[in-house]
């Protein structure tokens, strides 16, 4: 963004009002996005005056690769700050949460989180609860989560996501992350990737449900995916070259920012989100490790984008309607099937859905038409978009996942996610909520199945 005509640096807290109404706020104390950036942490420490004693929370391996050298560097400087190393494979659960609220200091004025999105969404929310400042060290640059006020947090099986407070501090230091392996910051490209569906359902959204829009906000989502996906950010993953690594850091700075100015995540959280959401359930539930945020939402965004597809091939001119509504659900079905599917879960989607999930045909007849009316719009807005298959070469070229089957996803964990992963929200609109409105998930479904080729 142009910083003459904004009128403010982005990088720093900054809020103003915007032509849509609103008004628009980054609340982040301040972003570096620099060679060397973890190391000044003492001067920002001082500066934005964070308090006297700070806690660095880690996980073991980031603590004996970077971390020791860095901590020791800091005491050296005179930075009063404890250390708190989790052990083992980290859970972003009740339990891991519990840990690091128990090992704080009762004289902490702020925390460091030092690693990937598990800790950092782990010490979010344990410096929200506990009152403290928060400041953030990517140890590689899997997700824009690294830059908002949002965590997810497994409670009782389930992921929730939680609001909670802006870090103060971000320190995005380009040699630690340029050393992270590759399928790091691959997956980080994935997140970028994940706001190209997402700004299509949003779209869709504005068109269809009135949800909120404002084009500066897509215009900064924009410079995020540009930016993001450029072919010198796309080629110097894999090597791990400076220059890619800041380019895609600050692209995903770019994305928190719009998420911020809208004060939510629709901009930049579509269909491929939920997707993720219920394809970490399935992980769970088969013992297998989860995958990354980054690499979840890329393979959702190819998705997402290929059940675009579909409903944009469908000739509106002679769509029948009538048919369409009858396919509606019937509630005790579907009430059935959401019990079959999210098990000890299910209540909570049960009440969360309560009345966002409509039954009645003249709603649904409603929704049909409106679709129809804005049909033409969505068509221009979707030739814009890349291709299901342009976004799989881009996951490929950084060598990151692009197939359900790479995150141990199977074809019936697929099916029942593009009818299922949609209930875990209320209040948004996405492709998943348009094919069941239009009556062709089953025939989106299959079609999916034999492009992917399960």
Known sequence: MDMQKSGFNIYERHDFDCECGRHHKMPIGEVVIASGAARKLPYYVKALELGKK??????????????????????????????????????????????????????????????????????????????????????????????????????????????????????????????????????????????????????????????????RVEAMMGECISEGTADETIEGIVPGEKKAIENLTDALYKSAVAMAWYDSSPCGSGAEHQLNHFWIKCQDEKGVPQSMHGQEVGVGAVINTMIWEEIMDIDFERFDVE??????????????????????????????????????????????????????ALARRFEAMPTSEALIEKLKKVGGPWHPKQLQIDEDELVKSLYFAKETRSGRYNALWMAEALGIMEDVASKIIKKLEF
């Not at 901590?71 to 700050?81: P, S, V």
């Not at 708190?84 to 200091?105: A, F, H, M, Q, S």
């Not at 019937?330 to 039954?359: C, M, P």
Request: glycine share 8%; proline share 2%; charged share 25%.
């Open 54 to 215: 700070g806690i660095l929370v880690t996980d073991e391996v980031i603590f004996e690769s970077i971390g020791r050298e860095i901590y020791a560097y800091w005491q050296e400087q005179g930075l009063k700050i404890e250390c708190y190393v989790l052990k083992g494979r980290i859970r972003p659960d009740e339990y891991t949460v519990g840990n690091v609220i128990c090992n704080t200091p009762f004289d902490a004025d702020y925390i460091v989180s030092l690693g990937g999105g598990t800790v950092t969404d782990v010490v979010r929310y344990a410096a929200t609860r506990l009152n403290l400042e928060c400041v953030s060290i990517p140890s590689a640059m899997t997700m824009d989560g690294f830059f908002t006020n949002m965590s997810i947090i497994i409670v009782d099986g389930l992921q929730v996501t939680y609001y909670l407070n802006y870090p103060s501090l971000i320190l995005a230091d380009s040699d630690i992350i340029a050393k992270a392996p590759s399928v790091m910051n691959a997956a980080g490209v994935g997140e970028v990737i994940s706001k190209i569906s997402a700004g299509m359902d949003w779209y869709a959204g504005k068109l269809i449900k009135d949800i909120y829009y404002c084009d």
């Open 323 to 376: 048919k369409a509504v009858e396919k509606i659900w019937d509630r005790t079905e579907w009430e059935k099937e959401i019990r079959a599917v999210y098990g000890e879960g299910a209540e909570s989607i049960l009440e969360l859905q309560a009345e966002n999930h409509s039954f009645d045909k003249a709603a649904r007849q409603n929704e049909i038409e409106k679709i129809i009316k804005h049909h033409e």
